[in-house]
T-cell receptor, first 112, second 112 residues
Framework: DTAVSQTPKYLVTQMGNDKSIKCEQNLGHDTMYWYKQDSKKFLKIMFSYNNKELIINETVPNRFSPKSPDKAHLNLHINSLELGDSAVYFC???????????FGSGTQLSVL | KQEVTQIPAALSVPEGENLVLNCSFTDSAIYNLQWFRQDPGKGLTSLLLIQSSQREQTSGRLNASLDKSSGRSTLYIAASQPGDSATYLCAGRETSGSRLTFGEGTQLTVNP
């Protein structure tokens, strides 16, 4: 009964490949997020969607493209992967754009 | 732009001790502040959310306070247990709908 679930948990890939990470929440929340946690464990927001509309788009390379087919899903597609993209990516959701955040368990991306 | 700082970066205490984790933020116009714990290799678990109109929130052995005028929040853990060992993160939201800015966390170790 995972509230925020993301797949895959681990993703190992070669430089230059394109990959996607999927996220789903069953909490009925309106807002979803993607965060990146670097090797120093610092968390930084990448994107936020509210009711399928993009509301936060940080300074992220346009190789990263979020897609929200419906309120319960926010997927992250990454083109032309680079070594520096290696990190843990977390999906999160909240009832609305000012509410308490609930996180998924993370996707550890390793680019070789 | 909101900046969040957590000191100390790491803390080691014997079991049973009461302890305080500190979180400082630069902009007193904070909308709400959330405390999380992160276990190694896991996602973030929400502990407490304090709205700007509140001074503190309690959940079990945890008590979080918010002092906007001094730009500080504290997380008090009573009667610490080895199971409390984790990294504790605070995150502040500057205005309604804005991004949640995270501190770098305090890594807590409770020794049996």
């Amino acid at each position: 009964d995972t509230a925020v679930s993301q797949t895959p948990k681990y993703l190992v890939t070669q430089m230059g490949n394109d990959k996607s990470i999927k996220c789903e929440q069953n909490l009925g929340h309106d807002t979803m997020y993607w965060y990146k946690q670097d090797s120093k464990k610092f968390l930084k927001i990448m994107f936020s969607y509210n009711n399928k509309e993009l509301i936060i788009n940080e300074t992220v390379p346009n190789r990263f493209s979020p897609k929200s087919p419906d309120k319960a899903h926010l997927n992250l597609h990454i083109n032309s992967l680079e070594l520096g993209d290696s990190a843990v990516y977390f999906c999160a959701s909240s009832q609305d754009w000012e509410g308490e955040l609930f996180f998924g368990s993370g996707t550890q991306l390793s680019v070789l | 732009k909101q900046e969040v700082t957590q000191i100390p970066a790491a803390l080691s205490v014997p079991e049973g001790e009461n302890l305080v984790l500190n979180c400082s933020f630069t902009d007193s116009a904070i909308y709400n502040l959330q405390w999380f714990r992160q276990d190694p290799g896991k996602g973030l678990t929400s502990l407490l959310l304090i709205q700007s109109s509140q001074r503190e929130q309690t959940s079990g052995r945890l008590n979080a306070s918010l002092d906007k005028s001094s730009g500080r929040s504290t997380l008090y853990i009573a009667a610490s247990q080895p199971g409390d060992s984790a990294t504790y993160l605070c995150a502040g939201r500057e205005t309604s709908g804005s991004r949640l800015t995270f501190g770098e966390g305090t890594q807590l170790t409770v020794n049996p």
